[in-house]
């Protein structure tokens, strides 16, 4: 039965911007209230049952990261950690979630067991205060039920316990909804249905990060506008497995690709109508990628040469990481001053084009026009991505401001 239930929830989350608000606003209570109605109801019907706990390393220093593993950034970062250090020891933790994508972890604990079982919470609080170092992403609750869900109360113990703690925000669980659509024309919250949501969150989470004065760090540059006082701790893409000997613009039509992970934050609806006449001539054929793995991904990047990546945040992120790392020629909206923090922490220019749906036909149409210098463009991306987004840029962050701080 359970699994039934399972590969239904797995549905109705991978189709569920296209699901009926009311169906939206009931999963969201779910994950919101696992205490109520239909929070206890959805544990049930999923199974719950056991989950092992994570394993504590030995060592000097053994850091654990949790809980949200978002694009498998945390089992990277655990991995950075370990190759830049020889006496440290890291794992990951990941919430399994129905109609998630399928990333890399230390260890990987479903949603209801998370959600119900006392059994686990106990556990998981066990072996993770033997830890020396504990990085909390997304301010997520580590331990389930154990301290009633509370962020607060598990740093308290935590500390209590002797493990220093940091903080590493992800995007919407601190991006103020308000500030940033003053900041870009194109943000998506205006019209995102869940925005009166996100803003709560963000704010409560802020105010959190403002009381427990923990060290912060972000993985996009564009979260220190929300958050000042935080450090940037870049998002780690494996080079070696997008890295490709394809070309770029080397004759016919050009291959571009959207990969369309979350359509509203990316803006990807204003894509084809911006590319319509390159595409009605035929100089550019266009595809949008929804669904796939991340094991397809290097396959799918090689086979294009142009990668648009989105337009309504202001930044990057994993996927046009993945995208430089494969030589492509990236384009998105980045804002002036992320480009300018990103220069400033690595002494490098960010090379994606710029461009928004207003200037995306003219953009590319430019790029067609002088395949020379659009190929200089695409082949400055796997250096980038080498020198600031393959871990030991990432892992000296940690390392130098919280693990073993600099004098």
């Known amino acids: 039965m359970s699994g039934l239930v399972t590969r239904a929830v797995d549905w109705l989350m991978r189709h569920r911007s296209s699901l009926p608000a009311w169906v939206n606003r009931l999963m969201a209570s779910a994950a919101r209230n696992p205490d109520g109605v239909v929070g206890r109801l959805s544990s049930l019907l999923l199974g719950g049952g056991a989950g092992a706990p994570t394993e504590v390393p030995t060592g000097g220093f053994r850091v654990f990261i949790g809980p949200t593993n978002y694009s498998g950034q945390g089992y990277r970062w655990a991995r950075a950690l370990e190759a830049a250090d020889a006496g440290l020891a890291a794992r990951n933790m990941a919430v399994s979630l129905p109609g998630g994508f399928d990333f890399p972890a230390d260890s990987s604990v479903a949603i209801a067991v998370v959600n119900a079982s006392s059994r686990w919470g106990e556990a998981q609080w066990e072996a993770v205060s033997q830890f ?60 995102d249905p869940r925005t009166d949501v996100l803003r709560e969150d963000a704010r409560a989470n802020l105010e959190l990060l403002r009381r427990l004065d923990r060290p912060v760090f972000v993985s996009t540059p564009d979260l220190l506008f929300d958050v000042p006082t935080a450090i940037w701790c870049p998002v780690v893409t494996d080079v070696a497995a997008f890295a490709t000997d394809a070309g770029v613009l080397d004759g ?156």
Do not use: N
Request: proline share 8%.
């Open 132 to 191: 020396t170092h504990v990085l909390v992403e997304a301010e997520r609750p580590l331990f389930g039920r154990r301290f009633s869900r509370s962020v607060a109360a598990e740093v308290e113990a935590l500390t209590s316990a002797g493990v220093s703690v940091a903080f590493l925000a992800h995007g919407t669980d601190v991006r103020d909804p308000d500030r940033h659509a003053a900041r870009t024309p194109w943000s998506p919250y205006p019209e």
């Open 252 to 407: 016919g039509p050009a291959r571009i690709i959207h990969a369309s992970s979350a359509p509203v934050q990316k803006g990807s609806h204003l894509i084809a109508p911006a590319l319509a006449p390159l595409l009605e001539s035929g100089r550019a054929v266009y595809e949008t990628v929804t669904g796939a793995t991340a094991d397809e991904m290097p396959a799918r990047f090689a086979s294009a040469d142009i990668v648009i990546d989105q337009f309504r945040i202001g930044s990057y992120g994993v996927a046009a990481c993945e995208a430089m790392a494969a030589g492509r020629i990236v384009l998105g909206h980045v804002l002036p001053d992320v480009r300018d923090e990103v220069e400033r922490a690595t002494g490098l220019q960010l090379p994606i084009v710029q461009a928004t749906p207003d200037t995306l036909g003219d953009v590319v149409s430019g790029l067609l026009a002088d395949p020379v210098a659009a190929r200089e463009v695409a082949a400055a991306g796997p250096a980038f991505v080498q020198a600031v987004h393959s871990g030991p840029f990432s892992a000296r962050v940690l390392l130098d401001d919280w693990i073993r701080p600099r004098a």
